[in-house]
Nanobody, 117 residues
Framework: VQLQASGGGLVQPGGSLRLSCATS????????MGWYRQAPGNERELVAT???????NYADSVKGRFTISRDTAKNTVYLQMNSLKPEDTAVYYC????????????WGQGTQVTVSS
């Protein structure tokens, strides 16, 4: 299974971006799909996840600004980011998890988001 993230870029504060993450390879139904980010010098942190049964989880820092969605049939997950702030600058990684007796964890390659004037 491969995850391919896209949609990052340079945006001014207050602007918007939409990230996409598509999967390829063997088709699985993932329990959770989501986004994490890592800024220079920081650990990777959760941004938002969405479970297959519709359970949302957002970091407090992005609540009300970011919206996660997924197309289960296509195994694609999206992150709509509005009202972006300089502190949102990071490499964003998509993630997918599935359980088959053991939790399997898959990561995309990351896409850079830079919020700067």
């Amino acid at each position: 299974v491969q995850l391919q993230a896209s949609g990052g870029g340079l945006v001014q504060p207050g602007g918007s971006l939409r990230l996409s993450c598509a999967t390829s390879g063997r088709f699985f139904t993932f329990n959770d799909m989501g986004w994490y980010r890592q800024a220079p010098g920081n650990e990777r942190e959760l941004v938002a996840t969405l479970g297959s049964v519709g359970k949302f989880n957002y970091a407090d820092s992005v609540k009300g600004r970011f919206t996660i969605s997924r197309d289960t049939a296509k195994n694609t997950v999206y992150l709509q980011m509005n009202s972006l702030k300089p502190e949102d600058t990071a490499v964003y990684y998509c993630n997918a998890k599935r359980y088959d007796g053991t939790w399997r964890n898959y990561w995309g390659q990351g896409t850079q988001v830079t919020v700067s004037s």
